[in-house]
Nanobody, 120 residues
Framework: QVQLVESGGGLVQPGGSLRLSCVAS????????MGWYRQAPGKERAVVAI???????NYEDSVKGRFTISRDNAKNAGYLQMNSLKPEDTAVYYC??????????????WGQGTQVTVSS
């Protein structure tokens, strides 16, 4: 059994910052790619940023230069530092990871989501 738990969402004014965290726990052997996704009201869930096990990162164009994805392999944790937030960043943010469990299978797991609201 593996769980991903996000934290760090909230209400912030335009131009502000938030740091999201995602911690994986359970029967984990190793974590491959980790990513952050978001779903705004009335829209489909979309990728925000992805980080490989080796630290290679990719970002959706609208967040480049504003958001930074990172991970701490020792803590089975991933992070999303969000700066210069805009109202259009408002969404539920989800963490996802491809995890090899101790039984040998590789599965994609999702967190429960955390709300980020950017508003004055």
């Amino acid at each position: 059994q593996v769980q991903l738990v996000e934290s760090g969402g909230g209400l912030v004014q335009p131009g502000g910052s938030l740091r999201l965290s995602c911690v994986a726990s359970g029967s984990i052997f190793s974590i491959n790619d980790m990513g952050w996704y978001r779903q705004a009201p009335g829209k489909e869930r979309a990728v925000v940023a992805i980080i490989s096990s080796g630290g290679v990162t990719n970002y959706e164009d609208s967040v480049k230069g504003r958001f930074t994805i990172s991970r701490d392999n020792a803590k089975n944790a991933g992070y999303l530092q969000m700066n210069s937030l805009k109202p259009e960043d408002t969404a539920v943010y989800y963490c996802a990871a491809n995890i090899r469990t101790t039984t040998g299978g590789v599965y994609r797991y999702w967190g429960q989501g955390t709300q980020v609201t950017v508003s004055s």
